[in-house]
């Protein structure tokens, strides 16, 4: 453990250097997302914040700074760091070792859960990531059930920053959304027909009346407790209540403050969601989303937004187009719906630029790939005044790129967050470095 | 069992089960229509059965003096129908005991654990530890005249069932059984007509549990039984001087076999099983054969049978009726039942077999929709009864109305195919049987296909139409 230690107090050097955060980028194309790019253009920023952009800069407090940091930028091109709507980063570690695992506690509903309460500030993972350009991750506690119960309710999604010394330091929004996961019919088994198994195991366990019973009543049982929620809501306004951890987590979610982030994959089960969530007066932005059939329209004239995982998976059904997964964000966008990105993963995290790119290749207009890890996220998750584009006044998480950062041959060269900038050194790099050097 | 009392039967079949030697050994059906299968169909003949077998047939053939006379107008009699991969005759546990895997068979492997050790699920290690290897079972040991299921198999016309021991790798030693007789020995027409193998493991943990674990340690199995051959020769024409070979249960059985019953449910398992039982140096018929309709050319070419399930793929009765099928699978339930025909037109020999029935009547309710398809009536009679006979080497004494074999008979009201039509007596061995007017439902769940769409008695797993074969 010597060696990542070791880095971090490097990695640290920098930062505890007391380095400003503010500097000059000069002559960079600057692509603000907000609107069109600005070649040969200069960025300043100011106490790790945004506070100009244009060809000359204008403002009289960087030019009174006489020791403020110029960065040339020649030939590179300035994006705002990219958000990953969903990742259990920092919560997992190795996934085939118990013991780095931290997400999916066993329970049906467990809302008091806040996964940046096991966040670690360490991990491996985290620099990797920021390799590619993420400056931001949704960090998810994960469903788990168990005990023979489905999960419903995992828990309270958070937002942070990949940057900082301590989860304090790392944390952008304790609590973004409420993670759930919508009950699907379940019939065990593989089902269907493969004739070339002649080993059990495509055998259903359950019928699928019994099946969807299972399904109902898991639903019901949802639905008994955000009733149990408001009762506890209606009793505290009357009057004081031995306080519940489990209610006071849900209410934030029965007063519209916080959505339900609902895992859906499945027309039927996202039109259950929908119409559940309708009922209930709950906002709810699904997640999972892969084979939305008919509910697309719907999506799009409700507003109800979606977080797509990754692009890189095979056709749910055996019959449906090759490319249904690639053309998916596409065919939302074309529909009105509005999406974000979110890796869901680990050690492919670090995709998620590429996810968007994938995206543009089949069909997807270049500036809403862009923005459906930048703009959209930060909109969605309530960080749109702060960050997701460059513009005055809001935080500076830049990267700075040799290219277009979709595009998995540019490379990130520098990057910044909170206006410091942050070392681009991985676990990944030095292996590369190390191997290289072998003589 | 209720019997027809109107029948003039009466007085022999109240005896059939009980006293076999009060049957009249000379009986005559005369100027019924006779579809004899081998040979022209002839609208007014005789049958005389004298002894257990068929004496005479034919337009010209009358009642000897002294038979017992029976006026078949307006009646059809067929050769009794084959079931050709059957466990009838092997009384199943009662409950259907569902196995640990929840899969199909559990009272044949009920009684099979019976016959083990006592241990439940023995560890394996490998080809050594012979892993669910039953060769030492034989079908003609277990079958019983107290099976429950023969009521239900006689009122559809069936008098005999190529049966087979399941359980593990290796079920054991199939017997051709009559379907009736005053004891186990009586029903057994032919105590070795092939060994059962299959590639699900079942019977113990362990090694095997890979297709090509399985694979390999069949190849090792007959090497193992060759050299113990060997060693044991060598033993017994000196036995100076040379440790004794141990005695091994399962090599010591894996012998006497006319022929290997393997799994070829698609062509893939096909070309696999197809190789293997070239290697084993052993006369393959296939079973549990799904997609018959992909593997005329290469049935053809191998010059082999198959058995092919009489349960056409359909969908789960209870399914998400959100769930889309895919054109492969629909494909497959449009052209299974189309295989009879296609294999017929290759001049593939093909029989149908109970597994996967729920009732015995669904066997020839499945031939009944192939023929709808274009199979000719002909071609379908023969799969039920004398391509069974042929394929396990017994058409001298099955399969067909011909002077000399056994008096296996189904008398019907009609067209077989017919759905009206019912069995009005069957001879089995020369004696006589009257159906129950109400055909008995399939007791204790039906073969080990599973029912339709239905549930085992017992179990808690629900069952699906497109089931894996065993």
Redesign the interface.
Known sequence: MTRPILLTMAAAGILAAGQDDSFLIRGATIHPVSGPAVENASLLVLDGKIAEIGLKIQNKAAQGKNKIRIVEAKGLHVYPGFIDSGSPVGLQEVSSVRETIDTGELGMFNPQLKAISAVNPESEHIPVIRGNGTTMVQILPGVAGGQGQTGIIGGQASIIRLSGYTWEEMLAVPYTALQAVWPVPSQGGRGGFDPSMLVPGARRQSSFSQANRAKEENIQKLTEFIEQARRYQAAKKAGPVPADRKFEAMLPVLEGVKPLLVEAARERAIREAVEWSEKQKIRIILTGVTRPGKMIEELGKKRIPVILGSPYSIRMEEDDPYDDPFTLPARLHQAGVEFAFASFGLQFARNLPFQAGQAVAFGLPYDAALKSITMTPARIWGLADSHGSIEPGKVADLILTDGDPLEPRSSVKMMFIQGREVDLESRHTRLYRKYMDRP | MLFNLRSAATLFCAAALAAQAEVPSLVAIRDARVVPVKGSVMEKATVVIRDGLIADVGPSASPPAGAFVIDGTGLTIYPGLIDAYSTWGIPQATAAAPTA???GGGGTQAILSALQTGQQAPRSQGPEDRPGTNTWVRAADLVRPSDTRLEAARSSGFTTAMTFPRGGLIGGHGAAVNLAGATGGAMVVEPSIGLQM????GGYSGFP???MGILSYFRQLWLDAAHYAQAKSAYAANASGIRRPDYDRALEHLAGYPRVLL?A??P??LERVLKLAGDLKATPVFYGV??GYRMAPVLKQANAAVILNSRW?AR?R?????Q??????LE?RDMAPQSPKILAAAGVPFAMSSEGAGAPRDIIRALKKSIDLGLSKEDALKSITLTPAEIFGLAAKLGSIEPGKIANLAVMDGDLFDDRTKVRMLFIDGVKYVPAPQAPQMPGGPGPGGPPGG?RPGSQ??E?D????R
């Open positions: 895997t929840g899969r299959t590639f699900t493991p549990n890979t297709q799994p449910p698609n893939i398992q799904q997609e793929p789960e209870d399914s998400d009726p959100e889309q099928d895919s054109l492969r699978t497959m549930q797993t629900g699906t497109e089931e894996i074969i």
